[in-house]
């Protein structure tokens, strides 16, 4: 093991020995060089003022060099904060104005310790982060039944993990506390586990109550008090978008600081909650109260970022940026989130008529992009392809008989004809 990397676990040794528990063998062994082509860079870019023959891009006329076809089209942003390669960590007005903004949506952070989000490649390449530096082979990785795909990829392909799955709801329909307390302390011979906690839910459009937030927590710190070490990854993709009588901020923030063998993680980013799907700016946040465990968590990330990517794109953190400080951004966010509303209200109005009763139920959903129906005559599948080649509509086929709606991108007007096709297909197939 090289020494830099001896020095990053010596410091989360001495802030918490229970954190360096939970790293992987890659956690433990990843660093960010302080010698090396970035280092140097950065002594060259402070100190070399005659001539800077360090970093690996082309300049022309004291600015970066580029092609005007490219900068015609981009002609209100200056070439500096397009061009060049952005820090690996991330361009630093961003993670500060996203740091910002973090604190005015989670009061609950004000009083907590929580590191400056570090900017990733949108959210999957932040649980990816996650993944190498805190999943080891056969470890745990604890998630509801229902989940988004992608995590299976990202812990269990690529990692080994043991992957351990809940029912989401309860019979009365309300989050399942208790399935996760129980696929918690049943890693207590192991002495760790890793949670992933995805409000609003995908596929289901899920997010908990106050009360369930509160028994979410009580599980978490229940196991933390009985020996395990828990790394708690809140994956906030769609936060922001909550329509109704949910939670309104991000459980990081309840996490924080709740007990020495509990690791809070947030990851979130600009994909959902602004609406730039292909910018591909994401943060991942780590919380503790220790700062050199916070900044060695940070090298370690730096380490993962610089062995895989490198660094993430400019141009989109630049353009993030600039909304963020917008003047208008806030108002313009507001009636998008209205347009989302609308469309989930109307879901949740056409489901509640009675109409298709016989024929499904629906899985709670308040929040978030998605909802599911949990069909109770036909299969889920054959459903998705009947819809899709006899009616040209696509969904989501989920297992058996659950069959995920994204409402997020059918007008409101359209939403009616919508479930008036799929109920359509349920009855065609009924009848063959």
């Given amino acids: 093991m090289t020494p830099l990397a001896e020095q990053l676990n010596e410091s989360i040794k001495s802030g918490n020995h229970h954190v360096y528990d939970m790293l992987s063998t890659l956690g433990k062994e990843i660093y960010f060089p302080k010698e090396g082509i970035l280092s140097q860079s950065a002594e060259a870019s402070a100190h070399a003022k005659k001539y800077n023959a360090t970093i690996g891009i082309a300049t022309e006329q004291g600015g970066p060099m580029h092609l005007a076809v490219i900068q015609d089209t981009l002609s209100a942003y200056k070439p500096q904060d397009l061009y060049p390669y952005a820090p690996p960590a991330g361009k630093p007005e961003l993670r500060s104005v996203w740091r910002d903004k973090m604190l005015l949506d989670n009061p609950s952070l004000s009083d907590k310790s929580f590191g400056n989000p570090i900017v990733t490649n949108a959210l999957t390449h932040g649980l990816s982060i996650v993944a190498d530096l805190f999943v080891g082979e056969g470890d745990a990785v604890i998630y509801p039944d229902k989940n988004w795909e992608n995590y299976e990829l990202t812990f269990g392909i690529r990692r080994h993990a043991q992957l351990v799955h809940f029912p989401l709801f309860t019979e009365q329909m309300t989050f399942n506390s208790a399935g996760l307390r129980e696929a918690l302390l049943a890693q207590k011979d192991k002495g760790k586990a890793i949670v992933v906690l995805n409000f609003p839910n995908n596929p289901t459009g899920y997010t908990p109550g106050a009360k369930e937030g509160e028994e979410i927590v009580s599980a978490l710190l ?211």
């Fill in 222 to 432: 229940e196991a933390a008090e009985a020996g395990i070490n828990v790394v708690a990854v809140t994956d906030d993709a769609y936060f922001g978008l909550f329509f109704e009588d949910s939670l309104q901020e991000s459980l990081f923030g309840k996490l924080c600081g709740l007990h020495p063998r509990l690791l809070p993680i947030k990851v979130d980013g600009a994909t959902k909650e602004e609406f730039v799907w292909g910018f591909r700016v994401g943060f991942i946040t780590f919380s503790h109260n220790h700062k050199d465990v916070l900044a060695a968590l940070e090298q370690k990330t730096l380490g993962i970022i610089r062995s895989t990517i490198s660094s993430g794109p400019h141009p989109s953190q630049t353009f993030v940026l600039q909304a963020l400080k917008s003047p208008e951004f806030n108002a313009q966010k507001e009636e998008k989130f209205h347009v989302m509303k609308g469309r989930a209200n109307k879901v949740k109005n056409l489901l509640d008529s009675g109409k298709y009763d016989a024929v499904w139920d629906y899985y709670p959903f308040n929040s978030g992009y998605f909802m599911c129906l949990k069909l109770k005559t036909v299969s889920a599948e054959a459903l998705r392809l009947h819809l899709i080649h006899q009616y040209g509509v696509g969904t989501i086929a989920l297992g058996e008989s659950d069959l995920r709606i994204a409402f997020s991108c059918i007008a409101e007007e359209y939403l009616e004809e919508l479930f008036e096709l799929i109920y359509q297909g349920v009855q065609d197939l009924q009848n063959q």
